[in-house]
């Protein structure tokens, strides 16, 4: 995954709704009218974060009549999962007090 991918993904997570979308689409597959019932969003303001969230393919969706489908790109989430869990912290006494000084000579 690359930096610009985790980028894409971090900006659509920013958002509380989108948060509360992907959390419920963790649950499984829902319909589009589920999500706006759960969400108490306008039809539009739901279409503006599904198409984010789709766009950055956290989310994959199909339509059957005048309703999407969501879920989650499960593959997509496992990667920026296992990205973010890569990244570790050295975070000794040591460390912490030594790079107050690297600098000074």
Same mark, same amino acid.
């Given at each position: 995954?690359?930096? @610009? ?50 766009? *950055? ?17 499960? @593959? ?25 000084? *690297? *600098?000074?000579?």
């Amino acid at each position: 995954m690359t930096r @610009e991918e985790v980028a894409s993904l971090c900006k659509a997570m920013s958002d509380a709704n989108r948060l509360r979308i992907i959390e419920m689409l963790a649950q499984g597959e829902k319909c589009g009218c589920h999500l706006l019932d759960e969400l108490h969003v306008t039809q539009p303001t739901l279409s503006h974060h599904m198409k984010v969230l789709c766009e *950055c393919d956290l989310v994959s969706s199909y339509k059957e009549g005048k309703w999407h489908h969501y879920s989650i790109n499960c @593959e997509k989430f496992r990667e920026f999962k296992s990205y973010l869990t890569s990244i570790t912290c050295s975070c000794s006494t040591e460390a912490v007090s030594s790079a107050g000084n *690297c *600098c000074r000579s």
